[in-house]
């Protein structure tokens, strides 16, 4: 149902564009988000938009991080800048209505020298 991709290695300070394509019109979700679990961590959010488009960020994401819908493309982006060691992770999108919940296979973000 989610397909995410995007990931990969960049060194601190760089940037990485995280995309989330659905297989079905992205309107249908009443919220969508993007959460990262690094090794030996809980799964946290990082940032999700609703279907008006209202978006939330978790303090580490704040100005650094953009989520934003491409309702014609059914996709999920995550505009992620300025990155730090401590944003390594799996980045997993997920979409949500009142009966469904979806989660992607994930992408692996690494930021490494």
């Known amino acids: 149902q989610l397909q995410a991709s995007g990931g990969g290695l960049v060194q601190p300070g760089g940037s990485l564009r995280l995309s989330c394509a659905a297989s079905?019109?992205?309107?249908?979700?009443?919220?969508m988000g993007w959460y990262r679990q690094a090794p030996g961590s809980q799964r946290e959010l990082v940032a999700l938009?609703?279907?008006?488009?209202?978006?939330t960020y978790a303090d580490s994401a704040k100005g650094r991080f953009t989520v934003s819908r491409d309702n014609a493309k059914n996709t999920l982006i995550l505009q992620a800048s300025t990155l730090k060691p401590e944003d390594t992770a799996v980045y997993y999108c997920?979409?949500?209505?009142?009966?469904?919940?979806?989660w992607g296979q994930g992408t692996q973000v690494t930021v490494s020298s």
């Open positions: 938009i609703t279907g008006g488009g209202a978006t």
């Open positions: 079905r019109s992205i309107l249908s979700f009443s919220g």
């Open positions: 997920r979409a949500w209505s009142f009966n469904t919940d979806y």
